[in-house]
């Protein structure tokens, strides 16, 4: 199993900047890639971007291309999301998930843990 807690959220005005982490403990040499999503009030949970462990490579959500950045840190276990020029459609729960084989890094189905979210709030 792998256990993932992710921290950072917070209320901030329209521009600012926000850095989410994930601390993954566990088995975590059984992760393959780890991803963002986020879901807001009255909407379906959302792809933000991913990262595949091992090769660093990484995929993006249209509506974040360009202002998010994904890291991973391996010897520490962790991934950021670095987000810039934060917009108030951007406030939602956001987590982190984990997926231990190949599979789409977009779909939620590819994704086996989770964390237990952490929210952005965004005003204009």
């Known amino acids: 199993q792998v256990q993932l807690v992710e921290s950072g959220g917070g209320l901030v005005q329209a521009g600012a900047s926000l850095r989410l982490s994930c601390a993954a403990s566990g088995r975590t040499f059984i992760m393959y890639f780890v991803g963002w999503f986020r879901q807001a009030p009255g909407r379906e949970r959302e792809f933000v971007a991913a990262?595949?462990?091992?090769?660093?490579?990484?995929l993006y959500a249209d509506s974040v291309e360009g202002r998010f950045t994904i890291s991973r840190d391996n010897a520490k276990n962790t991934v950021h999301l670095q987000m810039n020029t934060l917009e108030p459609e951007d406030t939602a729960v956001y987590y982190c998930?984990?997926?231990?084989?190949?599979?789409?890094?977009?779909?939620?189905?590819?994704?086996?843990?989770w964390g237990q979210g952490t929210q952005v709030t965004v005003s204009s």
């Open positions: 990262v595949t462990w091992n090769t660093g490579s990484t």
């Open positions: 998930a984990a997926g231990d084989r190949r599979g789409l890094r977009s779909q939620g189905d590819s994704y086996e843990y």
